[in-house]
């Protein structure tokens, strides 16, 4: 807990010339009796790329500081052009106001500052020399960034704890190691069971009702029509292509004879054993048998 809290600061002169000095107006409040005074400075950025440039522009010394609310106007010289670089006098910047306690910094306050001509014209189209008389300062002082610090005052129970505290009763507590072990295999074991569950099915699709019997029975192979024809026409094939192969050079002879003669009606006798086929003795159609007629 810190002793001294700050309360708020204000800037008094702002805007204000470049070469004017600056005013604070500080309030803070004291919880205890300090043996030490407060330590409070003013620190000018003069670059953004170097802390190089950086300047002290005042600092203050007060105490002894009585318990209760304490309020003090702080005033600091405008920084020295020597140190500043003469690209960044015009621009924005920053301002610091620290407080400490026996070197010990305990609150940063930081500003930003906007240094520009007074006229819009100037800041339009800057001359090449610097018109120092010309030139205003604008602190933001609405918008702070406040950082605290905890330290070491008085007394030792005020110092900042450097290692965590003492914590004797863990010692002595049960050696808890195989219950998280076990509590990490339930954890595998709810992941890989969560694996395996198939995600349910949206409504719309097909879904196997638990413990209903299987009543579609065997699958059948189902046999069209056109299977069937197709099947009894290999067959036939294969029995005539077995029949024919003997007879087929009686079959070209045949053709060639009936080519050559002209085409007749097949005549056939009253009793159909007198005569064969039109031109053919009846003993030569029995040396050279015709093929039967295949029913399909």
Same mark, same amino acid.
């Given at each position: 807990m810190s002793v001294v809290s700050l309360l708020? #600061?204000?800037?008094?002169?702002?805007?204000?010339?470049?070469?004017?000095?600056?005013?604070? &107006? %500080?309030?803070? &409040?004291?919880?205890?009796?300090l +043996?030490? $005074?407060?330590?409070?400075?003013?620190?000018?950025?003069? +670059?953004?790329?170097?802390?190089?440039? $950086?300047? &002290?522009?005042? +600092?203050?010394? #007060?105490?002894? %500081?009585p318990v209760g609310i304490n309020k003090f106007v702080f005033e600091a010289n405008p920084p020295d052009l020597k140190r500043i670089p003469t690209s960044d006098i015009l621009g924005v910047t920053v301002i610091l106001l620290t407080c400490s306690y026996d070197g010990r910094e305990f609150v940063r306050v930081g500003y930003y500052v906007n240094n520009e001509y007074d006229s819009e014209e100037l800041n339009a189209e800057p001359p090449a020399k610097l018109l120092l008389d010309r030139v205003r300062r604008v602190v933001? @002082?609405?918008?702070?960034?406040?950082?605290?610090?905890? %330290?070491?005052?008085?007394?030792e129970d005020?110092?900042?704890?450097?290692?965590?505290?003492?914590?004797?009763? @863990?010692?002595?507590?049960?050696?808890?190691? =195989? /219950?998280?072990?076990? /509590?990490?295999?339930?954890?595998?074991?709810?992941?890989?069971?969560?694996?395996?569950?198939?995600?349910?099915?949206?409504? =719309?699709?097909?879904?196997?009702?638990?413990?209903?019997?299987?009543?579609?029975?065997?699958?059948?192979?189902?046999?069209?029509?056109?299977?069937e024809e197709e099947a009894a026409s290999d067959d036939g094939s294969e029995d005539l292509e077995a029949e024919s192969s003997g007879s087929e050079e009686e079959?070209?002879?045949?053709? @060639? &004879?009936?080519?050559?003669?002209?085409?007749? $009606?097949?005549?056939?006798? /009253?009793? =159909?054993? =007198?005569?064969?086929?039109?031109?053919v003795p009846k003993d030569a159609a029995a040396e050279h048998p015709q093929p039967e007629d295949m029913v399909l």
């Open positions: 708020g #600061v204000q800037v008094r002169n702002n805007p204000a010339a470049f070469t004017a000095q600056y005013e604070f &107006e %500080i309030t803070f &409040e004291c919880l205890e009796q +043996s030490k $005074d407060l330590e409070w400075k003013l620190t000018y950025v003069g +670059s953004a790329t170097s802390s190089e440039h $950086d300047q &002290e522009l005042d +600092s203050l010394l #007060v105490g002894p %500081i933001l @002082a609405d918008k702070p960034r406040v950082t605290r610090f905890a %330290i070491k005052w008085d007394t005020s110092a900042p704890a450097l290692f965590p505290p003492d914590q004797p009763e @863990a010692d002595l507590a049960e050696n808890d190691e =195989g /219950e998280y072990g076990a /509590e990490e295999e339930e954890l595998v074991e709810v992941e890989v069971e969560g694996e395996a569950v198939e995600p349910e099915k949206t409504e =719309g699709e097909d879904a196997e009702m638990a413990g209903a019997e299987d009543t579609s029975g065997p699958v059948a192979e189902v046999t069209t029509k056109e299977d079959d070209l002879e045949e053709e @060639a &004879e009936e080519e050559a003669e002209p085409d007749e $009606d097949m005549e056939m006798g /009253e009793d =159909g054993a =007198g005569k064969g086929v039109a031109g």
